[in-house]
């Protein structure tokens, strides 16, 4: 168990300093469901997200708390494409743009244009509203279904006989 606190806590910050928002919440913690979906993803890691339409979870953080939506989106050489779709009560879907107008402008000025729609680990990157609401997608059909261990290594005199 210690392990994998540590494990986790060092991913969190290499992830958080590499992020692509300077918001740094991660280590100030998130009321809702966001938290549960990043260490999900975080201990377990995913694979590759493949070309495609696919589910996604939409997470809506603001203030500190977060709230979670389906969602939809299309994959293109591991980068999600506009317009990415919500899903409604009534089981349609609307895009994600006719709820959130705009990014904030400020906020996508000091972003890498290039690397903006990656998808990385099953997760997007986050993305902050003129409204200043924080949007994540997991693409969650792409999580491994456990935690990996580390695989250890045995010890020298065995591994480096002659």
Known sequence: ?????????LLSSIY???AQ?????????????????????TERGAKPVTDGQHDVVISVINQGKSEC????????DGKFV????IQKDDMSFVPLNTIFKSLDQNWLEE??????????DGMSNIFLTKEKYELRMF??????PTARENRKAPPASVLLKK
């Open 21 to 41: 928002t300077n918001s740094g919440f991660h280590s100030k913690g998130i009321e809702g469901c966001y938290t549960d979906y990043f260490v999900a993803f």
């Open 111 to 120: 972003q890498d244009m290039s690397t903006l729609n990656d998808i990385t």
């Open 1 to 9: 168990m210690k392990i994998r606190l540590i494990t986790f806590m």
């Open 16 to 18: 958080g300093t590499f």
């Open 69 to 76: 939506y389906f969602g939809k989106a299309t994959v293109k």
């Open 82 to 85: 506009s317009p990415v779709m």
């Open 139 to 144: 693409f969650y059909t792409f999580v491994h």
